[in-house]
């Protein structure tokens, strides 16, 4: 039986203690009518951004890849992963939510909204 991936759309790996997400499809032309690359710099931009503002201490457990192909997040907890997952799962595969969130996160300028 094949086991549901939890941590969709991301693939999730471990080694030791350290885990990681990767996301492979990394949504080019949804960020090229932004004039973004669509890079794993403008996916850790939005979720630096989008962080920053809904959950900062979510933030601080996790680390960016340098990858330019691919996007990569790391942390020792296996939790927070799972959280980022879920955040980026509710958006991902709807174009419309998609290109709310690069309009409002992929900001280099970004100023949260916090409540």
Known sequence: MKQV???????????QRSHSL??????????EKH???????????????MLSEKDPALLKKI????????????SEDREALHAIATIVDEFYEDELLLDACISRYAQYEFEAELA
């Open 5 to 15: 991936n939890v941590f969709q759309p991301f693939l999730f790996s471990s080694f």
């Open 22 to 31: 990767t996301l492979s499809d990394l949504k080019w032309a949804a960020f």
């Open 35 to 49: 004039d973004f690359l669509g890079d794993s710099e403008d996916w850790a931009l939005l979720l630096e951004n």
């Open 63 to 74: 680390t960016f890849g340098d990858e330019t192909q691919m996007f990569c997040i790391r």
